[in-house]
């Protein structure tokens, strides 16, 4: 090779490297301009929160200039007779049943399809798929009028009975394609020791399935405290509002002006799923990543 | 007998199948095809509810037209969103973890009425979004005054809640066989042909998964209208949900309700078996180790 020619392969190869990192350079700044751009409404509402009411259409900047904690304390108390503390009780009282019973239910059904054969299976599956797919708003009106003919109607079992009985398809999907990427050598050697259908699935599976039915349970916690339309039908008397609806209520009764009370609830409102977002965000991508997801 | 244990597993499942899914499925239609106010019995009306909303409902045509373009509009805008920053996150770059993270995070409070509370705040006239307008030397958009501009800011509500799409491009995109990009390279492609010729067609079955699911999605849209716009100004973010709402739970007119949403649904319907049987031609399974 002579000289000429090396020459310009390393002028070439500084040349690539340079687009490389101009190309580098201009992708970042995308991505920090996008996640600025997406996050700062969210950083915005939290430095709101605690500004006066005179400051938050006044000051675009996250810090306030005045800090106070009205906000908090004067939306706490709403103007209900109940406090927020009541509403978040409320939610959880939604959550806990509705997650614990998505859960056993989902892992019992998924278990039956990703283990056995059994007649009309692919029917069965199928209608978990189609269920996956059905549109909610077409069931709705019948599922109202089931629950008020059984007596339901403000109380929160219409919130998670259907769920209690692996209602929500996602879920079972989820698990079931989980359940077949696992071998099922282990449950067999159960199987043969002598343990029953049963034990097997208490004792092999449902540890192997653990990390599933972590992302299954945050999901449908934040889901559920997200929930708005459920309890807006079902649920009516104020002392059993979720925080979504109370929320909705102290945008309709706050007096005009009051805004920081309204953001320093929304704050509250949405904290828990950051948190629990935050604490344990590989289960919810590995979740979408696994199962495909709306949201 | 080990034959039915299978079976026996799935019980709840099959009672929730046929108790909250089934029955309320074929109710509905049912329902449809009657006059129902909740005080006596349906009564059966034949195609009654129907011909009308045909006919001289024109609250229901301007509802439906604001529907599909919100739908043909947030869809597409979404997803377009979602694969280019998963395009650019796929790139081996630090820190990509930490992008994923904060790209996700308002997928996870997405339905949440603390967020549409915040977009009431951030679009008002003297909102964030319109300091941001004046500062940059624009003129302040009337974002909730004006029937053209308030059905955009649930679009952009939406959008802004790509996470999910992006996760699910983003694992499709690190599946790709790194090969096949350096074949491509070798040959002389640009990044352009690369991406349109290897990249998009490796990512149809992911477009289509999140197509059909974001559509679904999309018609139901509820919360954004209700808290936001409250389907206005005249009726321009008057969602097909929100109609079904009002005439279902504030005039408890059940029949007329459930003949909207089978309308709705059928609408949902065909889209999907559209988009299914036209995936045959357009999304390309590998038939390999992608599964």
């Not at chain 1, 904690?69 to 509403?87: A, Q």
């Not at chain 1, 939610?91 to 009309?120: E, H, M, N, Q, W």
């Not at chain 1, 029953?196 to 449908?220: D, E, G, K, R, Y």
Request: proline fraction near 5%; aromatic fraction near 16%; hydrophobic fraction near 55%.
């Amino acid at each position: 090779m002579t000289d000429a020619t090396l020459t310009l392969a390393r002028v070439q190869a500084k040349r690539r490297r340079q687009k490389a990192r101009l190309g580098a350079a201009m992708r970042y700044l995308v991505l920090i301009s996008v996640g600025l751009v997406m996050l700062y409404p969210l950083i915005w509402l939290i430095g709101a929160s605690f500004k006066t009411n005179s400051e938050i259409f006044a000051n675009p900047g996250f810090w306030p200039q005045n800090a106070t904690l009205d906000g908090y304390i004067e939306g706490w108390k709403t103007s209900t007779p109940f406090s927020f503390g009541t509403f978040f009780l409320n939610s959880f009282k939604i959550i806990l049943p509705k997650v614990i019973g998505t859960a056993i239910s989902c892992t019992v059904v998924a278990y039956g399809f990703a283990r056995f054969d059994f007649p009309l299976k692919k029917l069965f599956f199928g209608s978990v798929i189609a269920i996956l797919l059905l549109p909610n708003v077409v069931t709705r009106i019948p599922q109202y009028l089931l629950f008020r003919d059984l007596g339901w109607l403000d109380s929160y079992l219409p919130l998670w009975v259907p769920s209690a009985l692996a209602g929500d398809a996602f879920f079972v999907f989820m698990l079931v394609q989980f359940l077949r990427a696992i071998p099922a050598d282990m449950e067999e050697a159960a199987r043969v020791d002598g343990a029953n259908s049963w034990q097997t699935l208490l004792f092999i599976v449902v540890p192997m399935l653990a990390p599933a039915l972590i992302s299954v349970a945050l999901f449908q916690f934040m889901w559920t405290m997200n929930d708005f339309l459920g309890p807006l039908i079902y649920v009516s008397s104020v002392d059993k509002y979720p925080v979504s609806l109370a929320l909705k209520l102290s945008i309709d009764t706050t007096e005009a002006f009051a805004w920081n009370r309204i953001l320093a609830m929304s704050v509250l409102t949405i904290l828990p799923a950051l948190i629990v977002f935050f604490a344990a965000q590989k289960y919810f991508i590995e979740g979408i990543s696994a199962g495909g997801i709306k949201g | 007998m080990r034959r039915f244990l299978g079976l026996a597993y799935l019980t709840p499942y099959i009672i929730g199948l046929a108790v909250f899914t089934a029955v309320p499925f074929l109710g509905s239609l049912y329902l449809s095809f009657t006059d129902y106010n909740l005080m006596s019995a349906p009564r059966w009306s034949g195609l009654d509810n129907y011909l009308h909303l045909f006919t001289s409902d024109r609250t229901f045509r301007k509802s439906l037209t604001v529907t599909l373009i919100y739908v043909f509009t947030t869809v597409p805008l979404k997803l377009a969103f979602a694969l280019f920053i998963a395009y650019i996150l796929n790139y081996r770059l630090r820190g990509i973890n930490f992008f994923r993270t904060a790209f996700y995070v308002p997928s996870i409070l997405g339905g949440s009425i603390a967020i549409a509370v915040l977009w009431r705040y951030i679009f008002a006239t003297e909102g964030l979004v319109n300091m941001a307008i004046v500062a940059l030397g624009g003129e302040p958009v009337n974002w909730f005054g004006d029937p053209t501009n308030a059905l955009f800011t649930i679009t952009l509500l939406r959008c802004w809640q790509f996470g999910s799409a992006m996760v699910i491009f983003l694992a499709a995109l690190q599946s790709i066989d790194k090969s096949l990009y350096e074949a491509a390279a070798i040959d002389g492609s640009s990044r352009f042909y690369t991406f349109i010729f290897i990249t998009i067609p490796l990512l149809t079955p992911v477009i289509f998964f999140n197509l059909i699911m974001q559509m679904v999605q999309a018609f139901q849209e509820f919360n954004g209208p209700y808290i936001i716009t409250q389907g206005g100004p005249l009726k321009s973010s008057y969602l097909l949900p929100l109609y079904i709402y009002d005439e279902a739970f504030k005039r408890f007119d059940m029949g007329y309700a459930s003949a909207i949403a089978w309308v709705l649904f059928v609408i949902i319907m065909v889209l999907t078996l559209v988009a299914f049987w036209s995936s045959k031609k357009w999304v390309f399974y590998a038939g390999d180790k992608r599964s």
